[in-house]
């Protein structure tokens, strides 16, 4: 119990949470509807996440009833790579509203976090 008021005490004075505890944020950028391109992007970032397993169970699937295990041990790694374009790929065509939003929530969040765990003054 004693660590934890310790830690709470300790974060309460570091100069992040004195930022994120000063300007609350707000969402209300996600009220507005997001562009385009923005949806093309993130539709490809989920694509991304999407393609890479199936692919490799069906590369574990076939070097089994093949006998053949180089094609999965070659295959996997050559999968998750391409996954890995597909997701930049996304991200380069979602742009820089991707970091906008992300900022938004990820100082949201920040400010949930910190009004939790910084003690109250009283």
Not at 42 to 49: A, D, E, L, P, T
């Given at each position: 119990m004693i660590g934890l008021r310790r830690f709470?005490?300790?974060?309460?004075?570091?100069r992040f949470f004195k930022w994120a505890l000063?300007?609350?944020?707000d969402l209300s950028m996600f009220r507005e509807k997001p562009s385009v391109q923005f949806i093309l992007g993130?539709?490809?970032?989920?694509?991304?996440?999407l393609m890479a397993w199936p692919f490799i169970t069906?590369?574990?699937v076939v070097s089994f009833y093949l006998s053949w295990p180089a094609l999965f041990l070659i295959g996997s790694p050559l999968a998750?790579?391409?996954s890995h374009l597909v997701f930049l790929a996304g991200m380069a065509i979602a742009g820089k509203d991707s970091i906008k939003y992300m900022n938004a929530f990820n100082r949201w969040l920040l400010y949930r976090i910190a009004s939790r765990l910084v003690?109250?003054?009283e």
């Open positions: 709470r005490n300790w974060i309460a004075e570091t000063a300007e609350p944020a993130m539709g490809i970032v989920g694509f991304s996440y069906v590369l574990g998750y790579g391409l003690p109250r003054e």
